[in-house]
């Protein structure tokens, strides 16, 4: 049986550019120094578990979580820490890391026990995917056990795995499925018995038909089953996803288990089949390093702590001025002014720019073509909201759910006019919580 | 001609209903309302605590507020007020803002380059805006945007106040999201143009005309005029120290705000570094 694409509201298509899709998996060699930040998670840093001058070898905890949302960080190999010190993040914050000097030995920690997954009891899976350091590897690096521990009052019946990839040029997802299919099954069962769910959905973009076709293949005779989704960003939102796949609509300021669903990514997936079958924590991950001024863009199995000119330097190096340097995809990454910055556990892509790749657009009034409000994913009216936002009318930008934008950016990206949709938007959600953390304050 | 006559009457009937009405029914205005009103400066600026002009005169007069509330106000029409009111009137310290940085183009490093959204807020939300010290000036305007008596103005990529036309009201310190902009007593006559906690050293690396925390003023004016706070000097505005102490300061961080930014001791490694 075919089935006809599924799709969302609203959306766009940007030039697919996946030029590192033919580029198979090469785990990176061996660096001197890895710079490894104890924040690589939304929530509390972790908390360092090692002085300078230890010893530690490859896998072993170095920061154990530091709170109910964090998670654990370990060694990505062998050596000495140098010093616990400060490393630039993605987002130009400060967050606090090991320096740890390799021994060029790579002597693997005492693995965890394996874990006979189809007979483990969901608890014991979920303590071990905790002490493995898990966090959703598809950009927001939230903490997976946080994830797979619903309240009790919300039923999950639905597990949706995400090897949609939307975002352009990137396409580590898409080798993982392709090189890694059976632990991208693996994990999605195991995450399924954590969650007790019996649907298990694995999404996947037209465009990678071989995907498609490796994962059906693979996953006969189990509960888990492949679909092809109509190509368009940002089908990898959760909440797009979510309704593409099953027709629910998450509420405004809700999460996809109020409408009993969880989202995962495939490398979560992948990662998780790793730490139950094989006891390994999550150290290192597939990332691609594209961008027309590289020499040789490809996906490259980094260990966390890579400083990103080394991930340039592996990708041969640049053969014309990179204008623009993004952590991340191009529609949603963060630009960055740094390559000091360490490849964390949620970095899915690094993109070069080149000069005629940049635009700059020279912004004018909002000329009120509603061309925003027909791609805004979540239906809000962007073109409308920015007006107010400029006006600096931020409560009634929360009355009209700006806090509900998820940054896509398809807005601007259709934006006739050249308004920076996106960023004001940005700015408004900053400051509508900076109002309600006040509020909160004040209050208490 | 039908239409012509009919409106005309409509009208005029109506005018006389307006003016019945007045005349009848009418609150009459109070006199000290309008008296006071006229003292009030007018610019609506909000800096009282009230929705404007209007409603801080109805306030003063219903004896909700105090004179003295309006910064911008000057000390004979507030004396008058005082008078109008039948109150005694404080001696009231006028303030002025002051930009606490240093970092023009000049001295200052930038890291990245950032062509976003032209406002302090915006640029602050990508990678914390382009400027290598996280404490100074971010230079896009925000502060000069909010000011209603145009009284700050963006001189390579710094903000700076003009003393004269500043009236204290306080706008700019508010939306500065770098929070570096100060009111000060306006007799003060120096003031420390940084902001930056770190040490000495982490400044010098992006910007020239930082605070270094020498110690320098402290010794030559005293504790109780100036003081060190981390690595960064502070005037003690409750006693500040003369103009004259602006001579001792090696990179000219402490200044009057007539002065220039930088010195030719500053400047002087930086030129000599360049082929």
């Given at each position: 049986?075919?089935m006809?694409?599924?799709h969302f509201?609203?959306?766009?298509?940007?030039?697919?550019?996946?030029?590192?899709?033919?580029?198979?998996?090469?785990?990176?060699?061996?660096?001197?120094?890895y710079?490894?930040?104890?924040?690589?998670?939304i929530?509390?840093?972790?908390?360092?578990?090692?002085?300078?001058?230890?010893?530690?070898?490859r896998?072993q905890?170095?920061?154990?979580p530091?709170?109910f949302?964090?998670?654990?960080?370990?060694?990505?190999?062998?050596?000495?820490?140098?010093?616990?010190?400060?490393c630039?993040?993605?987002?130009?914050?400060?967050?606090p890391?090991?320096?740890?000097?390799s021994?060029?030995?790579?002597?693997?920690?005492e693995?965890m026990?394996?874990?006979?997954?189809?007979?483990?009891?969901?608890?014991?899976?979920?303590?071990?995917i905790?002490?493995?350091?898990i966090?959703g590897?598809g950009?927001?690096?939230?903490?997976?056990?946080?994830?797979l521990?619903p309240?009790?009052?919300?039923t999950?019946?639905?597990?949706?795995l995400?090897g949609?990839e939307?975002?352009?040029?990137?396409t580590?997802?898409?080798?993982?499925?392709?090189?890694?299919?059976?632990?991208?099954?693996?994990?999605?069962r195991?995450?399924?018995?954590?969650?007790?769910?019996?649907?298990?959905?694995?999404?996947?973009?037209a465009?990678?038909?071989?995907?498609?076709?490796?994962?059906?293949e693979?996953?006969?005779g189990t509960?888990?089953e492949v679909r092809?989704?109509?190509?368009?960003?940002?089908?990898?939102?959760e909440?797009?996803?979510?309704?593409?796949?099953?027709?629910?609509?998450?509420?405004?300021?809700?999460?996809?288990?109020?409408?009993?669903?969880?989202?995962?990514n495939v490398?979560?997936?992948?990662?998780?089949?790793?730490?139950?079958?094989?006891?390994?924590?999550?150290?290192?991950?597939?990332t691609?390093?594209?961008?027309?001024?590289l020499?040789?863009p490809?996906n490259?199995?980094?260990?966390?702590?890579?400083p990103?000119?080394e991930?340039?330097k592996?990708?041969?190096?640049?053969k014309?001025?990179?204008?623009?340097?993004?952590?991340?995809?191009?529609?949603?990454?963060?630009?960055?002014?740094?390559?000091?910055?360490?490849?964390?556990?949620?970095?899915?892509?690094?993109?070069?720019?080149?000069?005629?790749?940049?635009?700059?657009?020279?912004s004018?009034?909002?000329?009120?073509?509603?061309?925003?409000?027909?791609?805004?994913p979540?239906?809000?009216?962007?073109g409308?909201l920015?007006?107010?936002?400029?006006?600096?009318?931020?409560?009634?930008?929360?009355?009209?759910?700006?806090?509900?934008?998820?940054?896509c950016?398809?807005?601007?990206?259709?934006?006739?006019?050249?308004?920076?949709?996106?960023?004001?938007?940005r700015?408004?959600?900053?400051?509508?919580?900076?109002?309600?953390?006040?509020?909160?304050?004040?209050k208490? | 001609?039908?239409?012509?006559?009919?409106?005309?009457?409509?009208?005029?009937?109506?005018?006389?209903?307006i003016?019945l009405?007045?005349?009848?029914f009418?609150?009459?205005?109070?006199?000290?309302?309008?008296?006071?009103?006229?003292l009030?400066p007018?610019?609506?600026?909000?800096?009282?605590?009230?929705?404007?002009?209007?409603d801080?005169?109805?306030?003063?007069?219903s004896?909700?507020?105090?004179?003295?509330?309006?910064?911008?106000?000057s000390?004979e029409a507030?004396q008058?007020?005082?008078?109008?009111?039948?109150?005694?009137?404080?001696?009231?310290?006028?303030?002025?803002?002051?930009?606490?940085?240093?970092?023009?183009?000049q001295?200052?490093?930038?890291?990245?380059?950032?062509?976003g959204?032209?406002?302090?807020?915006?640029?602050?939300q990508?990678?914390?805006?382009?400027?290598?010290?996280?404490?100074?000036?971010l230079?896009?305007?925000?502060?000069a945007?909010a000011?209603?008596f145009g009284?700050?103005?963006?001189?390579?990529?710094?903000?700076?106040?003009?003393?004269?036309?500043?009236?204290?009201?306080?706008?700019?310190?508010?939306?500065c999201?770098?929070r570096?902009?100060?009111?000060?007593?306006?007799?003060?006559?120096?003031?420390?143009?940084?902001?930056?906690?770190?040490?000495?050293?982490?400044?010098r690396?992006?910007c020239?005309?930082?605070?270094?925390?020498?110690?320098?003023?402290v010794?030559a004016?005293?504790?109780?005029q100036?003081?060190?706070n981390?690595?960064?000097?502070?005037?003690?505005?409750?006693?500040?120290?003369?103009?004259?102490?602006?001579?001792?300061?090696?990179?000219?961080?402490?200044?009057?705000?007539?002065?220039?930014?930088?010195?030719?001791?500053?400047?002087?490694?930086?030129?000599?570094?360049?082929?």
């Open positions: 049986m075919t006809k694409p599924l509201y609203g959306g766009v298509h940007p030039r697919e550019s996946k030029m590192a899709s033919a580029a198979a998996i090469v785990s990176a060699p061996l660096l001197a120094t710079v490894v930040p104890l924040q690589q998670h929530g509390v840093p972790a908390k360092p578990v090692v002085a300078k001058g230890d010893k530690v070898l896998g905890l170095i920061g154990e530091g709170g949302i964090s998670a654990a960080v370990h060694a990505p190999t062998s050596g000495t820490v140098k010093e616990i010190a400060t630039l993040g993605p987002a130009g914050n400060q967050s890391a090991v320096i740890l000097e021994d060029g030995d790579d002597q693997a920690a693995p026990p394996a874990l006979d997954w189809p007979n483990a009891s969901p608890d014991e899976l979920k303590k071990r905790a002490d493995a350091g966090v590897m950009g927001a690096a939230f903490p997976s056990v946080v994830k521990s309240p009790p009052n919300k999950i019946d639905t597990l949706i995400n949609v939307c975002e352009p040029c990137l580590a997802d898409h080798r993982l499925m392709l090189e890694k299919p059976e632990q991208v099954i693996t994990g999605a195991i995450t399924a018995r954590v969650l007790g769910v019996k649907q298990v959905i694995i999404a996947i973009e465009n990678k038909p071989d995907a498609v076709a490796l994962l059906q693979k996953a006969v509960e888990v092809s989704l109509r190509v368009r960003y940002p089908q990898g939102a909440k797009q996803l979510i309704y593409a796949l099953t027709g629910r609509k998450v509420p405004s300021g809700g999460l996809p288990m109020d409408v009993g669903c969880v989202v995962q490398g979560t997936a992948s990662a998780i089949c790793e730490a139950v079958d094989d006891g390994k924590p999550l150290y290192e991950r597939v691609t390093v594209t961008g027309s001024p020499v040789a490809g490259w199995r980094f260990r966390v702590g890579t990103y000119v991930a340039i592996l990708a041969g190096g640049v014309a001025d990179p204008v623009k340097i993004i952590s991340g995809g191009p529609m949603m990454g963060m630009a960055v002014y740094s390559l000091d910055i360490p490849i964390m556990k949620n970095c899915s892509g690094i993109l070069l720019l080149a000069a005629d790749e940049v635009r700059q657009y020279e004018s009034p909002c000329i009120r073509c509603g061309r925003c409000n027909d791609t805004c979540m239906g809000m009216m962007p409308i920015s007006v107010q936002i400029e006006q600096e009318r931020f409560e009634l930008a929360e009355q009209w759910h700006v806090l509900d934008c998820i940054e950016g398809c807005c601007a990206y259709g934006c006739p006019a050249g308004r920076p949709l996106v960023q004001l938007m700015r408004a959600k900053a400051e509508v919580m900076t109002a309600r953390k006040a509020k909160a304050a004040k208490a | 001609m039908t239409a012509v006559i009919t409106l005309t009457l409509i009208g005029v009937l109506l005018g006389l209903a003016a009405t007045v005349r009848y009418g609150a009459p205005a109070d006199p000290l309302v309008e008296q006071i009103a006229e009030m007018g610019a609506n600026c909000g800096a009282c605590g009230f929705a404007g002009c209007n801080y005169v109805q306030a003063l007069v004896g909700k507020a105090k004179p003295g509330l309006c910064p911008s106000q000390a507030l008058k007020v005082c008078e109008l009111l039948g109150l005694s009137s404080d001696p009231r310290v006028e303030k002025a803002a002051v930009v606490c940085c240093s970092g023009s183009d001295y200052a490093i930038r890291r990245a380059f950032y062509n959204v032209n406002d302090c807020h915006s640029a602050m990508v990678a914390g805006g382009s400027k290598g010290c996280v404490y100074g000036c230079g896009l305007g925000s502060c945007r000011c209603p009284a700050i103005e963006i001189q390579n990529h710094l903000a700076v106040v003009h003393p004269e036309l500043c009236v204290g009201c306080g706008k700019c310190v508010t939306v999201p770098r570096i902009i100060k009111l000060v007593p306006r007799s003060a006559p120096v003031h420390v143009f940084c902001s930056s906690p770190e040490k000495a050293p982490v400044k690396k992006v020239s005309a930082a605070c270094i925390g020498c110690r320098k003023c010794k004016a005293g504790e109780n100036m003081f060190i981390g690595f960064l000097a502070s005037v003690n505005y409750e006693n500040p120290p003369s103009a004259d102490i602006v001579a001792v300061c090696p990179t000219q961080v402490l200044r009057t705000e007539a002065q220039p930014a930088g010195s030719e001791t500053v400047a002087a490694p930086a030129a000599t570094t360049a082929p």
